[in-house]
C-alpha cells in the first residue's frame, strides 16, 4: 500500500473553461484526494525547478485506505508563454503516474469571462496577448502530448461539462481509473463564475495586501469572507467583445483552431458555430 500519491490528476485550464467546478465535484469522489489548495502551481513556478517530489506531495493530507489519485487544478500550467515549461517540469518526474484533464470553451466566451473575472482584480479592459495564448488550446495541449502521449489526457468542452455534467464525471472517473459508478449529487453547484464576481472593496484590498491582517483574516471560515467580500463589493459589468475585437481574435486563433481540428479532433466549427 502507497503512503504516498504516486497516481495524480491534473486540471489544466483551460482559465474560466469550468476547471474549478470539475474539480469541486470530483474532490467529492472518495477516492480522490484534492489538494490542500485548489491551485498549487507547484510546476509554473520557476523558483520550484530544484523542489523535489517530495515537497509537491505535501500538498496532499493522503490516506491510503481510502484515497487512489492525487488532484489539483493549476490552469496556469497552460498559460505557455505567461509561464513557460510546466509541462517539462512535471515530465521530469517520470516515475509516477500524470493524467492530465484540458476544458475547452468557445474562445470568444472564453476571453469574455477572462477579462470579466480580470475585472474584479483591476485587470485590462480589452483584449491583451494574453488573452489570446490562454485561448490557444492546440498549442497549450500539444506540449503535454509531446511528453506523456494523448493517452494521457483527456479532452472535454465546457459545454460538455455545464449539459452533460453526469455523463462526463461518469467519462472523467474512468479515465482517473476510480469509480466511476460513484453517485455524484444529482444537483451540483458551478463554481468560480465569473458574472457572479464583485470589484474588491478598495479597504478589503488593502487588508488583504497587509500581511497581519491577511493572516488574521484567514481565521474567518471561507464562506462568511466571501459573503463579505460580495456584500460589500462594487458590481463589474460583464465584457461582451465588439464585432472589431471579435473578428481579430478569429483571425489570430484560426491557424490554432484548424490544428485543434486536425491533430486533436475537436471541431470549432461544429463545437462552436466558427468557420475556418
Same mark, same amino acid.
Given at each position: 500500500?502507497?503512503?504516498?500519491?504516486?497516481?495524480?490528476?491534473?486540471?489544466?485550464?483551460?482559465?474560466?473553461?469550468?476547471?474549478?467546478?470539475?474539480?469541486?465535484?470530483?474532490?467529492?469522489?472518495?477516492?480522490?484526494?484534492?489538494?490542500?489548495?485548489?491551485?498549487?502551481?507547484?510546476?509554473?513556478?520557476?523558483?520550484?525547478?530544484?523542489?523535489?517530489?517530495?515537497?509537491?506531495?505535501?500538498?496532499?493530507?493522503?490516506?491510503?485506505?481510502?484515497?487512489?489519485?492525487?488532484?489539483?487544478?493549476?490552469?496556469?500550467?497552460?498559460?505557455?508563454?505567461?509561464?513557460?515549461?510546466?509541462?517539462?517540469?512535471?515530465?521530469?518526474?517520470?516515475?509516477?503516474?500524470?493524467?492530465?484533464?484540458?476544458?475547452?470553451?468557445?474562445?470568444?466566451?472564453?476571453?469574455?469571462?477572462?477579462?470579466?473575472?480580470?475585472?474584479?482584480?483591476?485587470?485590462?479592459?480589452?483584449?491583451?496577448?494574453?488573452?489570446?495564448?490562454?485561448?490557444?488550446?492546440?498549442?497549450?495541449?500539444?506540449?503535454?502530448?509531446? $511528453?506523456? #502521449?494523448?493517452?494521457?489526457?483527456?479532452?472535454?468542452?465546457? +459545454? *460538455?461539462?455545464?449539459?452533460?455534467?453526469?455523463?462526463? /464525471? @461518469?467519462?472523467?472517473?474512468?479515465?482517473?481509473?476510480?469509480?466511476?459508478?460513484?453517485?455524484?449529487?444529482?444537483?451540483?453547484?458551478?463554481?468560480?463564475?465569473?458574472?457572479?464576481?464583485?470589484?474588491?472593496?478598495?479597504?478589503?484590498?488593502?487588508?488583504?495586501?497587509?500581511?497581519?491582517?491577511?493572516?488574521?483574516?484567514?481565521?474567518?471560515?471561507?464562506?462568511?469572507?466571501?459573503?463579505?467580500?460580495? $456584500?460589500? #463589493?462594487?458590481?463589474?459589468?460583464?465584457?461582451?467583445?465588439? +464585432? *472589431?475585437?471579435?473578428?481579430?481574435?478569429?483571425?489570430? /486563433? @484560426?491557424?490554432?483552431?484548424?490544428?485543434?481540428?486536425?491533430?486533436?479532433?475537436?471541431?470549432?466549427?461544429?463545437?462552436?458555430?466558427?468557420?475556418?
Amino acid at each position: 500500500m502507497q503512503t504516498v500519491p504516486v497516481r495524480f490528476g491534473l486540471i489544466l485550464g483551460a482559465m474560466k473553461c469550468g476547471t474549478s467546478s470539475l474539480y469541486r465535484w470530483l474532490s467529492l469522489h472518495p477516492e480522490v484526494c484534492h489538494s490542500v489548495v485548489k491551485e498549487p502551481n507547484f510546476f509554473a513556478d520557476r523558483d520550484n525547478d530544484s523542489q523535489s517530489l517530495e515537497q509537491y506531495r505535501r500538498l496532499w493530507s493522503w490516506d491510503p485506505s481510502r484515497h487512489s489519485i492525487a488532484l489539483e487544478a493549476s490552469t496556469n500550467y497552460t498559460k505557455t508563454p505567461l509561464f513557460p515549461n510546466a509541462a517539462e517540469r512535471i515530465a521530469k518526474h517520470n516515475h509516477v503516474d500524470w493524467r492530465f484533464i484540458y476544458i475547452m470553451r468557445n474562445p470568444i466566451n472564453r476571453i469574455e469571462s477572462h477579462l470579466t473575472h480580470g475585472a474584479a482584480y483591476g485587470g485590462a479592459e480589452r483584449v491583451e496577448e494574453h488573452h489570446i495564448c490562454c485561448s490557444e488550446y492546440a498549442r497549450q495541449i500539444e506540449a503535454y502530448t509531446k $511528453l506523456f #502521449g494523448k493517452e494521457k489526457l483527456l479532452l472535454l468542452t465546457f +459545454d *460538455q461539462l455545464t449539459r452533460r455534467t453526469h455523463e462526463i /464525471l @461518469r467519462q472523467t472517473c474512468r479515465f482517473l481509473d476510480i469509480d466511476p459508478e460513484f453517485p455524484f449529487p444529482e444537483k451540483l453547484r458551478s463554481f468560480n463564475v465569473a458574472s457572479s464576481r464583485r470589484r474588491e472593496n478598495r479597504v478589503v484590498d488593502l487588508m488583504r495586501r497587509h500581511k497581519m491582517l491577511s493572516m488574521t483574516s484567514r481565521l474567518v471560515p471561507t464562506e462568511i469572507r466571501r459573503r463579505v467580500r460580495w $456584500l460589500i #463589493g462594487e458590481k463589474i459589468r460583464r465584457y461582451k467583445l465588439n +464585432d *472589431q475585437e471579435v473578428a481579430y481574435v478569429l483571425k489570430r /486563433l @484560426r491557424p490554432d483552431l484548424q490544428r485543434l481540428k486536425s491533430e486533436f479532433g475537436i471541431d470549432a466549427h461544429s463545437e462552436w458555430g466558427i468557420e475556418l
